[in-house]
């Protein structure tokens, strides 16, 4: 896959389009207006990344991504964490989703926030929120290997909710 093939979707769905698999070596693009010819021609030349991406990962995870501004953060986030998040989990769906699906990982265990206080990112949240500071080095049906700023390595374990989590395009 590539990071351009999300960045074509998430402009889809900016543009309130939507992109399906409609047979064998087809896409259904649908959307409440004409999509602009640049946009459609960017589609095409990643057509088999989007393809591979749509296949593997859930529709809801790449819609979901794809609605996240990173210029327009919640009121209870930091502005600067939350753009670091948005381009943390764009770049998630592209290097690691299909190994988090294929161990079992769940959206709110991966892009989760504390529904009652989204801006603490160390409180009950899920992996994304660790990545603005960190980047992944290997996933695990249990865990994360994550690399610190500073080089070190540190494990995210995979643990059950404390409380309750929200989706971060719920958040608003």
């Keep these: ?35 602009p010819n640049a946009l459609m021609d960017r589609l095409r030349a990643v057509k088999p990344d989007v393809t591979s991406l749509l296949c593997a990962v859930p529709a809801d995870w790449i819609a979901g991504v794809a609605s996240l501004e990173a210029e327009c953060p919640p009121t209870a986030v930091r502005p600067e964490h939350w753009s670091a998040f948005v381009i943390a989990a764009k770049r998630f769906l592209d290097s690691w989703a299909i190994k988090a699906i294929d161990f079992g990982w769940t959206d709110l265990e991966l892009f989760g926030a504390d529904a009652s206080r989204p801006e603490i990112a160390w409180l009950n949240s899920g992996l994304l929120w660790s990545l603005p500071n960190h980047t992944i080095l290997d996933l695990w049906p249990d865990r994360a290997i994550l690399r610190t700023p500073n080089g070190s390595p540190q494990t995210f374990y995979r643990t059950p909710h404390l409380r309750v989590r929200t989706l971060p395009w719920e958040i608003y």
């Design 1 to 35: 896959m590539s990071a351009v093939a999300v960045d074509v979707l998430t402009a889809i769905y900016a543009a309130g389009g939507t992109v399906r698999i409609a047979g064998e070596d087809r896409l259904k693009v649908s959307a409440p207006a004409p999509l």
